[in-house]
């Protein structure tokens, strides 16, 4: 092991905190069975902090260790990224069936969090592609199966903790390309953004909604849809990296407006398709290094939450509400998500449902943190739920009250985890492992 020393360490929104070892084991036989793992720590709350203990970055656990080209079966290490998949396997024709929206997501943590992407509404969430996920619980080692029963639905989005997600086997999906094919329309008010959802079938969709816009205006953005392709590649841009924490007034209400304004306009009124690198299209933000420090020292919170397909009202009500209060940042998306494969959830724990589902980014502060409340509470009114891999806020009981299979969850994660050695800030918070 190295690096023993204690540090503090965040989450990718930067608002909360924790003190505490963080161990890097080199190879499957130096984990601790008994300190939960974390990947690159893209959760943006504290599913992935441990204050006062010990938590192992498996990031170093990265192989291959088996990849069939026929089938498109692959196994590999929790700690590889989903970025690095998709750079090695795109130009041999296969891809990760589900990628969300960032590539330094860890296999281990897409599990983890059964993470979702631009294409719910037709093949469901990243679990549901997931073949064999083997686990370290105490001092054995486990593999399971969709047929192993509840120890499989709880491991599915069970925020790690019924054992140490070291190993995973992927069902890949066949790619003709390693380019996308982007068509890009504006969504000129609510309404018209919800039907251009509704009535996309290209393979991958999503929107862009400016938080900002009110009155006629509101819920105007942009819809995406895109396919993969073979094409040229543009010529390639370099990374940026954000040095330093942006002072208070760098996402500003007024500068937050003006952005979104010209962002909307990019797009012509007739729209455009364009060739994009795949990079670009899953994971746009990524090549700007630490863009979280765009929020200053403080960090931010996202609310996500996703809603049933009979409640999009409710959403319109909630983005009345962020449009009002002029706290929004850019960072706004909208997706219409699907039913899961089969019709069902990969895990007693997964946000994936079918509905539409709203993502916004808000500074941290003391009016983001009551207007989230609020729209957490719209919610829970509605028969929603909120993205644990989002959350810094929210309470146990409206967690519960979410989640029905909570209880079924907390009796696998007893079995599996009797002493609560895993137990990260995020299950103490929320009070979930009793």
């Given at each position: 092991?190295?690096?023993?020393?204690?540090?503090?360490?965040?989450?990718?929104?930067?608002?909360?905190?924790?003190?505490?070892?963080?161990?890097?084991?080199?190879?499957?036989?130096?984990?601790?069975?008994?300190?939960?793992?974390?990947?690159n720590?893209?959760?943006?709350?504290?599913?992935?902090?441990?204050?006062?203990?010990?938590?192992?970055d498996?990031?170093?656990?990265?192989?291959?260790?088996?990849?069939?080209?026929?089938?498109?079966?692959?196994?590999?290490?929790?700690?590889?990224?989903?970025?690095?998949?998709?750079?090695?396997?795109?130009?041999?024709?296969w891809?990760?069936?589900?990628l969300?929206?960032?590539?330094?997501a860890?296999?281990?943590?897409?599990?983890?969090?059964?993470?979702?992407?631009?294409?719910?509404?037709?093949?469901?969430?990243?679990?549901?592609?997931?073949?064999?996920?083997?686990?370290?619980?105490?001092?054995?080692?486990?593999?399971?199966?969709?047929?192993?029963?509840?120890?499989?639905?709880?491991?599915?989005?069970?925020?790690?903790?019924?054992?140490?997600?070291?190993?995973?086997t992927?069902?890949?999906?066949?790619a003709?390309?390693?380019?996308m094919?982007?068509?890009?329309?504006?969504?000129?008010?609510?309404?018209?953004?919800?039907?251009?959802?509704?009535?996309?079938?290209?393979?991958?969709?999503?929107?862009?909604?400016?938080?900002?816009?009110?009155?006629?205006?509101?819920?105007?953005?942009?819809?995406?849809?895109?396919?993969?392709?073979?094409?040229?590649?543009?010529?390639?841009?370099?990374?940026?990296?954000?040095?330093?924490?942006?002072?208070?007034?760098?996402?500003?209400?007024?500068?937050?407006?003006?952005?979104?304004?010209?962002?909307?306009?990019?797009?012509?009124?007739?729209?455009?398709?364009?060739?994009?690198?795949?990079?670009?299209?899953?994971?746009?933000?990524?090549?700007?290094?630490?863009?979280?420090?765009?929020?200053?020292?403080?960090?931010?919170?996202?609310?996500?939450?996703?809603?049933?397909?009979?409640?999009?009202?409710?959403?319109?009500?909630?983005?009345?509400?962020?449009?009002?209060?002029?706290?929004?940042?850019?960072?706004?998306?909208?997706?219409?998500?699907?039913?899961?494969?089969?019709?069902?959830?990969?895990?007693?724990?997964?946000?994936?449902?079918?509905?539409?589902?709203?993502?916004?980014?808000?500074?941290?502060?003391?009016?983001?943190?009551?207007?989230?409340?609020k729209?957490?509470?719209?919610?829970?009114?509605?028969?929603?739920?909120?993205?644990?891999?989002?959350?810094?806020?929210?309470?146990?009981?409206?967690?519960?009250?979410?989640?029905?299979?909570?209880?079924?969850?907390?009796?696998?994660?007893?079995?599996?985890d009797?002493?609560?050695?895993?137990?990260?800030?995020?299950?103490?918070?929320?009070?979930?492992?009793?």
């Amino acid at each position: 092991m190295t690096d023993r020393n204690s540090t503090e360490y965040a989450g990718w929104g930067r608002a909360l905190r924790a003190n505490g070892v963080l161990a890097r084991p080199n190879t499957q036989s130096e984990i601790n069975a008994n300190a939960p793992a974390i990947g690159n720590r893209r959760s943006y709350g504290d599913a992935a902090l441990i204050t006062g203990g010990t938590a192992q970055d498996l990031t170093q656990l990265d192989r291959i260790i088996a990849f069939d080209r026929t089938t498109g079966l692959l196994t590999v290490e929790a700690g590889i990224s989903l970025g690095e998949l998709a750079r090695v396997l795109a130009p041999q024709g296969w891809l990760p069936a589900v990628l969300p929206g960032t590539g330094f997501a860890t296999v281990g943590g897409a599990i983890g969090m059964d993470v979702h992407g631009k294409n719910h509404h037709h093949v469901g969430s990243f679990c549901q592609h997931v073949t064999s996920i083997t686990l370290i619980q105490g001092e054995k080692t486990k593999t399971i199966t969709p047929k192993s029963g509840s120890i499989w639905k709880a491991t599915c989005g069970g925020l790690g903790q019924t054992g140490i997600i070291v190993q995973a086997t992927l069902q890949l999906s066949q790619a003709r390309g390693d380019m996308m094919l982007v068509s890009e329309q504006r969504a000129t008010d609510w309404d018209h953004h919800i039907a251009l959802l509704d009535g996309s079938d290209a393979p991958y969709t999503v929107g862009w909604i400016d938080a900002m816009a009110t009155g006629t205006s509101l819920g105007r953005g942009i819809v995406e849809e895109g396919e993969i392709c073979r094409g040229l590649k543009p010529t390639a841009r370099g990374s940026k990296k954000i040095p330093f924490d942006a002072p208070h007034l760098a996402l500003s209400s007024p500068i937050v407006r003006a952005f979104n304004a010209l962002y909307y306009r990019r797009v012509p009124k007739s729209g455009r398709t364009v060739v994009r690198p795949i990079n670009d299209f899953f994971f746009p933000l990524d090549k700007i290094h630490d863009w979280n420090k765009l929020y200053g020292r403080r960090g931010f919170h996202q609310f996500q939450c996703v809603v049933p397909l009979n409640q999009s009202s409710v959403l319109r009500e909630m983005m009345e509400k962020v449009a009002s209060s002029g706290l929004a940042s850019p960072l706004a998306v909208l997706k219409r998500m699907g039913a899961g494969l089969n019709g069902e959830s990969a895990g007693y724990m997964s946000f994936p449902m079918e509905g539409y589902t709203l993502a916004i980014d808000f500074p941290n502060r003391p009016a983001a943190r009551d207007l989230i409340a609020k729209l957490e509470s719209l919610a829970l009114k509605a028969n929603g739920r909120i993205y644990l891999a989002k959350d810094a806020l929210s309470t146990g009981t409206a967690i519960k009250s979410m989640y029905t299979d909570h209880p079924k969850w907390a009796a696998a994660t007893a079995k599996a985890d009797p002493h609560k050695h895993l137990q990260t800030d995020m299950t103490r918070r929320l009070d979930l492992r009793t």
